[in-house]
């Protein structure tokens, strides 16, 4: 397997495209490209169709996924207020198949069409997955995480990376690509059955606190944690914690639920993180984002530039590790749109620290509005994550 990348500063969607295909293609040498990962900054929104017709002109007939983002990654850079385009090229992959999905809302909840996930016929049970998934989901029109939750009971072991596009605060403004096509609702993805994807995922945020057993609750809506009011919980934590970590506490709690309860201590990285969305003084309720059941163990977050880095390096270094010396070919990498500057005091600390890590290698990137990877051999949605999909080189 060999990839080619190229992150190109440009409004220009004519000129973007002649410099990104040259650029990609001349590091991949002689080889053929057979999937072809596009993304490009907000300034696109307009000029999605003519920039992805431009790389179809430079690319002739080629399977290819990507969006409008808030802002993109390119190799060791991350640009966040400049107009830019980052193109991935894979060769070597295997088959490749490019679709596109759609959630239809019905009486009864609503139906997932357009694409269906390997299984046997006539409706059996789903069979063995192979290889992966890379999604990337308009966030208005399609509910990905109720898609995972599907898979995760019906096809366990199946793996699916990517994101949710940010370029857009309205609905059905998204700018998704599938091959020559710009879709503005529901997701577009790829199938790689053949492909050698290892999956990363590196969180934003630690645990503060004790954990608790959710003993009640309705929705989203939890109204007891270990029998006291969240809100009590809440204040009794705050009042013991050092002066940062209520300072983080201020900037935006968090509420991680423990991906496997069977897990005695569960540390950083155990938890899926939801943001806690409101509050209730009266009766000491708290709201956050997803739903939850009476019996999950939470514990509360916050988030952490310090411990985002040591998560990610963390991850990054097993990975060399477990390489055993081969360099990666390549790698796609998804990161919530609250990391960045925004998060961390230097530009560039995600993708830069790829590069840092397991050297200069074609890496594309855009950042998203929720992250899609499995942790636990589980497929979730989440924030403040950095997923990466690495494609190791050869032996």
């Known amino acids: 397997m060999k990839a080619g990348g190229a992150l190109v500063l440009t409004e220009d969607p004519g000129e973007a495209a002649t410099r990104a295909v040259a650029q990609a293609t001349k590091a991949l040498g002689d080889a053929a490209p057979s999937l072809a990962v596009l993304f490009a900054s907000a300034r696109f929104l307009g000029t999605a169709e003519a920039l992805v017709a431009a790389i179809a002109e430079?690319?002739?007939?080629?399977?290819?996924?990507?969006c409008v983002g808030e802002s993109v990654a390119g190799g060791a850079r991350e640009i966040e207020s400049e107009p830019a385009v980052s193109l991935w090229l894979g060769a070597g992959l295997g088959?490749?198949?490019?679709?596109?999905?759609?959630?239809?809302?019905?009486?009864?909840?609503?139906?997932?069409?357009?694409?269906?996930?390997?299984?046997?016929?006539?409706?059996?049970?789903?069979?063995?997955?192979?290889?992966?998934?890379?999604?990337?989901?308009?966030?208005?029109?399609?509910?990905?995480d109720g898609l995972l939750a599907h898979l995760n009971d019906k096809a366990p072991g199946a793996v699916v990376m990517g994101g949710m596009a940010s370029a857009s605060l309205a609905p059905r403004q998204s700018r998704l690509f599938l091959d020559n096509r710009v879709l503005t609702s529901g997701a577009v993805g790829v199938h790689l059955p053949e492909a050698e994807i290892h999956p990363l995922v590196a969180q934003g945020c630690r645990p503060v606190g004790d954990a608790y057993i959710i003993t009640r609750a309705e929705g989203?809506?939890?109204?007891?944690?270990?029998?006291?009011?969240?809100?009590?919980?809440?204040?009794e934590m705050a009042a013991a914690m050092p002066s940062r970590d209520t300072e983080l506490l201020a900037r935006g709690l968090q509420l991680g639920v423990v991906i496997d309860e069977h897990r005695d201590q569960p540390g950083q990285g155990d938890f899926l993180?939801?943001?806690?969305?409101?509050?209730?003084?009266?009766?000491?309720?708290?709201?956050?984002?997803?739903?939850?059941?009476?019996?999950?163990?939470?514990?509360?977050?916050?988030?952490?530039?310090?411990?985002?880095?040591?998560?990610?390096?963390?991850?990054?270094?097993?990975?060399?590790?477990?390489?055993?010396?081969?360099?990666?070919?390549?790698?796609?990498?998804?990161?919530?749109?609250?990391?960045?500057?925004?998060?961390?005091?230097?530009?560039?600390?995600?993708?830069?620290?790829?590069?840092?890590?397991?050297?200069?290698?074609?890496?594309?990137?855009?950042?998203?509005?929720?992250?899609?990877?499995?942790?636990?051999?589980?497929?979730?949605?989440?924030?403040?994550t950095a997923s990466i999909a690495l494609f190791p080189g050869p032996s």
């Open 220 to 235: 989203n809506v939890i109204h007891e944690l270990g029998g006291r009011p969240p809100l009590v919980r809440l204040r």
């Open 58 to 66: 430079q690319t002739g007939p080629l399977p290819l996924i990507g």
């Open 273 to 384: 993180i939801r943001g806690v969305v409101g509050a209730d003084p009266g009766s000491g309720a708290i709201a956050v984002g997803d739903r939850i059941q009476v019996g999950q163990t939470v514990q509360f977050h916050v988030r952490d530039a310090e411990s985002a880095d040591e998560d990610l390096r963390r991850a990054l270094e097993r990975e060399s590790e477990a390489l055993g010396g081969r360099r990666p070919a390549g790698a796609l990498l998804f990161t919530c749109n609250g990391r960045g500057s925004r998060l961390f005091a230097q530009p560039d600390h995600d993708a830069g620290l790829i590069a840092a890590t397991l050297g200069d290698i074609p890496v594309a990137g855009f950042f998203c509005a929720g992250e899609l990877g499995p942790v636990g051999g589980q497929n979730f949605l989440h924030t403040f």
């Open 95 to 144: 088959p490749v198949e490019t679709f596109a999905m759609e959630y239809v809302r019905t009486p009864s909840g609503g139906a997932y069409g357009g694409y269906l996930f390997p299984s046997e016929p006539h409706g059996e049970p789903y069979g063995e997955p192979h290889g992966a998934h890379l999604l990337i989901a308009d966030p208005y029109t399609f509910p990905a």
